[in-house]
């Protein structure tokens, strides 16, 4: 494609692009003379992944170079990040999106309106009322989203997964989040340091983030070694 074809589709300027090539973020164009070059179509997918990294994750250019070789040596690489960048999204937790009445929520996040009932019957997603219509926040959005995403990847209830699965999950977080907060009831009671109510609510809050970053990251540790000793199981069990 021409240079101003990709500027159209991508959104980003010529000398943006041209930079991008220089740095090696892009494959370098095919020369079809002195003027005229032929710009790859994978370069679409390539600059809007830079874009999604550099303003959902705030990453540098040279880091992002470094995930771009990765990407390329590894297919799995390309769906974790896309889910990645849709969902840790700084901006979208700064700056939270909220929607208005059911239709809206469910065309946002591509759920069925009967599994929408369920889940909020059981506390997934919990809008709030105002003036009389559902209000769905931020965090709504994105949980619906990653429901939505189990079930085009082949994982709904349709394709044989249990419908209560999802319900076990939010209770048994709810028990964490319980504990969690057990814990830290404990330590306001018992500690040296006396904290004002103010002091104790921003603490609450970063400890919060903190432990929802030590959940994700742990999950995926164990889920990895899980799914690393099954594998090692299944290729060991031809030789007994």
């Not at 070059?37 to 809007?48: K, L, N, T």
């Not at 949980?143 to 990847?153: H, S």
């Not at 249990?162 to 076990?168: I, R, T």
């Given at each position: 494609?021409?240079?101003?074809?990709?500027?159209?589709?991508?959104?980003?300027?010529?000398?943006?692009?041209?930079?991008?090539?220089?740095?090696?973020?892009?494959?370098?164009?095919?020369?079809?003379?002195?003027?005229?070059?032929?710009?790859?179509?994978?370069?679409?997918?390539?600059?809007?992944?830079?874009?999604?990294?550099?303003?959902?994750?705030?990453?540098?250019?040279?880091?992002?170079?470094?995930?771009?070789?990765?990407?390329?040596?590894?297919?799995?690489?390309?769906?974790?990040?896309?889910?990645?960048?849709?969902?840790?999204?700084?901006?979208?937790?700064?700056?939270?999106?909220?929607?208005?009445?059911?239709?809206?929520?469910?065309?946002?996040?591509?759920?069925?309106?009967?599994?929408?009932?369920?889940?909020?019957?059981?506390?997934?997603?919990?809008?709030?009322?105002?003036?009389?219509?559902?209000?769905?926040?931020?965090?709504?959005?994105?949980?619906?989203?990653?429901?939505?995403?189990?079930?085009?990847?082949g994982m709904g209830v349709e394709h044989g997964?249990?419908?209560?699965?999802?319900?076990?999950?939010?209770?048994?977080?709810?028990?964490?989040?319980?504990?969690?907060?057990?814990?830290?009831?404990?330590?306001?009671?018992?500690?040296?340091?006396?904290?004002?109510?103010?002091?104790?609510?921003?603490?609450?809050?970063?400890?919060?983030?903190?432990?929802?970053?030590?959940?994700?990251?742990?999950?995926?540790?164990?889920?990895?070694?899980?799914m690393d000793m099954a594998a090692g199981i299944?290729?060991?069990?031809?030789?007994?």
């Amino acid at each position: 494609m021409k240079m101003s074809e990709l500027v159209h589709r991508t959104g980003v300027n010529k000398e943006t692009i041209r930079y991008y090539i220089r740095e090696g973020l892009l494959p370098k164009p095919r020369k079809l003379g002195r003027n005229m070059a032929d710009y790859h179509e994978e370069s679409v997918e390539r600059i809007a992944l830079i874009k999604d990294l550099q303003d959902n994750l705030f990453l540098p250019l040279s880091v992002i170079k470094k995930i771009l070789k990765k990407q390329k040596k590894s297919p799995e690489v390309q769906n974790l990040l896309r889910l990645r960048s849709d969902y840790l999204r700084p901006v979208a937790r700064l700056l939270p999106h909220k929607i208005q009445g059911e239709t809206a929520f469910l065309e946002a996040t591509g759920l069925r309106a009967d599994r929408l009932a369920d889940f909020e019957n059981w506390g997934i997603i919990h809008p709030r009322l105002e003036s009389g219509s559902k209000v769905y926040s931020q965090e709504d959005l994105t949980i619906g989203q990653t429901i939505a995403d189990f079930r085009r990847m082949g994982m709904g209830v349709e394709h044989g997964v249990d419908p209560m699965a999802l319900k076990d999950y939010r209770d048994m977080v709810q028990e964490f989040v319980n504990k969690a907060r057990s814990y830290f009831t404990r330590f306001l009671e018992t500690t040296e340091d006396p904290k004002t109510p103010e002091e104790i609510l921003e603490m609450a809050r970063q400890s919060r983030e903190i432990m929802a970053l030590f959940i994700y990251h742990l999950y995926l540790r164990l889920s990895k070694e899980s799914m690393d000793m099954a594998a090692g199981i299944q290729e060991a069990e031809p030789g007994l």
